[in-house]
């Protein structure tokens, strides 16, 4: 299209907005608000008739199939997670991260909106409880495989600066170094629990095998633990912790008192300066003797009174060459009595302003120590502290949902059958009502739908939230919203004679908070017309101009069309747009992702992990058409239309059907691609990444194409 026909079209759209800017006269402005519902609004709808992207089309016709598309996303999530753990014990870190990128988040998320709205797999969620149990579980456990991923790869690149050191008569350096691997391997061992943890409680929820999974990791922390015996073995010497208690009876008023020594591996005698000893994880005070022995007392706090044994821990200085042990010795407990008492609190206090309360914690006429305790307002509880040296002090924001009026405070310890008794301090703060203020507003979305938008706030202006407003639209009782972390609401509704102005209105009623009650209304002029009462075109009027539009422009465009060449403006050709190439080296970057995943598949298919290996053959083959046609479209497609849309592309049609068959069986049944078919499947998306490559023979396995 030429200079004259922009001018010619540019002119009809100029004096088309001035027709109708003249016919409809002041359009009504829409909060911006008002179209972020409208948005949200169209989404929900839409995402109703719109398939997910990447389920299998052949099973999942439709999102209304929520059963089925909830076991393809319990599939989909498994197999992220057990192809990380195992891209990790392969030492494939940053793959092993890719795996669980935004995309894993995202089905998570899906995967909850899905059980939540059906009853799916497992039931597990609801719109009253979106933060279910197993999305934690997947999220947990994602969290748990990536920082497990982060730390074998820093105890790798640690271990590699070890040898470093070592070997280069770095002997001071190389022991800070394999301190630091030892303490990398206990993180490691700790995480590997946790993760397992998470997969075990998914195969409870979900009836998925984890199996795979949990040897992957068992396998990686196993390892790590042989590597660090060999650092250990070199670096430092293994410690015994033996103890000898006064008597196995013991409680808060009568300690807990042993005796104990530290013997070393090669019979040295490990430095007592310093001597860290924990039992349960909290330290305690050490007194040390001449002869090589040394003595502590422990008053038991929180331990159940019918626990058989308390852990006892050494760990030694960093700078030594010692490993620190861990030991158990029998224990009967016996409970004292505690008490807690107020000394300090706010006597009055208002809606979020700050509540606080101080005091103390003995037994026995003793000051306890790391005891946690909860406060409670009007008998909720609202925040816990910890006892240190005898004392606590907390500060807590009065919540809304406290009646005003004179209200109970406490402060105790609450569980049951401990050490320590369960105590508590009573006390008393008089809670002040707080005026609030509601703004209400209301505007026509359409010809038939009214938005309402309004928010609760203090008299200072701050937003109140989790209150319900209760509205009306034109006197009669409608629906109840909940105002959000800003206090505000936003909602739709349909007045039945949209013909005439309605009045909406919202009540705060206040009950049972310290809150006043509050009230506003907003009344709109009939659909159709604007604040004044003057009627907007009817859709007729509007049809018809845009019509006229629509036939000027068609009429203008056909008459340059029939314009003689040479009319023509002849500076077109001179603002004609060059091609542009695609950079050389983002087509290298493809090529070494390409290579890489294919050596992933052929080690795979090497230790008969077939399903995996055609996996990555898939990811091979649609890395290569990415970046062999430019685009980046071709991650947002399933496999099968990955395959209508670009098999004209590829020379072996074939090949590219048989990776599309294979991928489908190994991701969305439960049949096992066999070895000769996970092998055939290697070989063709070699030849669809990298069409010049030999055939291979019959008792090989291909190898990935390297770059020169």
Same mark, same amino acid.
């Given at each position: ?29 829409? $909060? ?183 040897? $992957? ?33 013991? $409680? ?248 005439? $102005? ?207």
């Amino acid at each position: 299209m030429n200079d004259v026909v922009v001018r010619c079209i540019t002119v009809v759209l100029v004096v088309s907005f001035v027709l109708l800017a003249g016919v409809t006269g002041a359009v009504p402005a829409v $909060s911006t608000s008002s179209t972020e519902g409208l948005v949200l609004a169209q989404a929900d709808n839409s995402s109703e008739n719109v398939t997910p992207r990447h389920q299998n089309p052949d099973e999942y016709s439709s999102a209304g199939d929520d059963d089925e598309l909830a076991k393809w996303l319990t599939e989909h999530l498994d197999n992220r997670l057990g192809d990380s753990s195992v891209a990790l014990e392969e030492g494939e870190y940053e793959m092993a991260s890719e795996y669980l990128d935004d995309e894993y988040y995202e089905r998570v998320e899906q995967y909850v909106e899905i059980t939540g709205d059906t009853d799916g797999i497992d039931d597990i969620a609801t719109e009253d409880e979106p933060d279910s149990e197993t999305r934690s579980a997947y999220l947990t456990a994602a969290e748990e495989q990536d920082t497990l991923t982060s730390l074998v790869g820093q105890y790798n690149e640690t271990k590699s600066e070890y040898e470093t050191a070592r070997d280069g008569s770095e002997p001071e350096r190389a022991h800070d170094l394999a301190r630091e691997l030892e303490s990398l391997t206990g993180e490691i061992e700790e995480t590997s629990t946790r993760a397992i943890e998470q997969y075990e409680f998914l195969t409870e929820e979900t009836g998925s095998d984890y199996t795979d999974t949990i040897d $992957s990791i068992d396998n990686t922390k196993a390892a790590i633990q042989e590597e660090q015996a060999g650092v250990r073995s070199e670096q430092f010497v293994d410690t015994e912790l033996v103890l000898d208690p006064a008597t196995e009876r013991a $409680s808060f008023e009568n300690p807990l008192r042993v005796r104990g020594e530290i013997r070393a591996a090669d019979d040295s005698t490990p430095s007592y300066d310093g001597l860290n000893i924990t039992v349960e994880d909290h330290p305690v005070p050490v007194q040390t003797y001449e002869n090589g022995t040394f003595t502590f007392e422990y008053r038991p706090t929180v331990e159940p009174v019918a626990a058989d044994s308390l852990s006892v821990q050494y760990t030694p200085a960093i700078e030594t060459r010692y490993v620190g042990t861990e030991t158990s010795i029998p224990i009967s407990l016996e409970q004292t009595e505690l008490d807690v008492a107020i000394t300090e609190q706010t006597s009055t206090a208002a809606y979020n302003e700050t509540l606080s309360v101080s005091g103390t914690a003995t037994a026995a006429n003793q000051s306890v120590d790391e005891l946690p305790v909860t406060v409670r307002l009007g008998g909720e509880p609202v925040g816990t502290t910890t006892v240190e040296n005898g004392s606590f002090s907390k500060q807590i924001a009065v919540p809304a949902t406290v009646p005003d009026g004179d209200q109970p405070v406490s402060v105790s310890f609450e569980p049951t059958d401990r050490a320590l008794s369960t105590a508590t301090a009573n006390g008393s703060v008089t809670i002040e009502e707080t005026a609030t203020e509601l703004d209400l507003e209301a505007e026509w979305t359409n010809q038939s739908d009214i938005r309402i938008d309004g928010r609760l706030v203090t008299t200072d202006g701050v937003g109140i939230e989790g209150q319900s407003i209760d509205l009306e639209i034109d006197g009669i009782t409608g629906e109840t919203v909940s105002t959000d972390e800003d206090g505000a609401i936003a909602t739709t509704v349909s007045p039945s004679d949209p013909t005439q $102005s309605v009045t909406v209105s919202g009540t705060y009623d206040g009950s049972d908070t310290n809150l006043d009650h509050a009230r506003d209304e907003a009344t709109v002029a009939p659909a159709g017309t604007d604040e004044d009462g003057v009627e907007f075109p009817s859709t007729p009027v509007l049809v018809g101009l845009g019509g006229t539009v629509f036939a000027l422009a068609v009429g203008l465009v056909w008459w340059i069309r029939r314009r003689k060449p040479d009319e023509t403006d002849e500076r077109g050709d001179r603002f004609r747009d060059p091609a542009v190439s695609s950079p050389a080296d983002s087509t290298a970057v493809a090529q070494t992702r390409v290579n890489s995943t294919l050596e992933r598949a052929t080690d795979q298919l090497t230790d008969d992990r077939t399903d995996a290996a055609v996996r990555n053959c898939y990811t091979a083959v649609r890395d290569a058409q990415q970046s062999i046609l430019e685009t980046d479209h071709v991650s947002a497609l399933t496999h099968w239309e990955f395959y209508h849309r670009y098999r004209a592309n590829v020379d072996d049609a074939t090949s590219l059907q048989t990776v599309m068959e294979a991928y489908e069986r190994a991701a969305f049944t439960t049949d096992s691609v066999s070895r000769q078919e996970a092998k055939a499947v290697l070989e063709a998306a070699h030849r669809l990444c990298f069409p010049e490559s030999v055939s291979f023979e019959d008792d090989s396995e291909p190898a990935a194409t390297t770059d020169d």
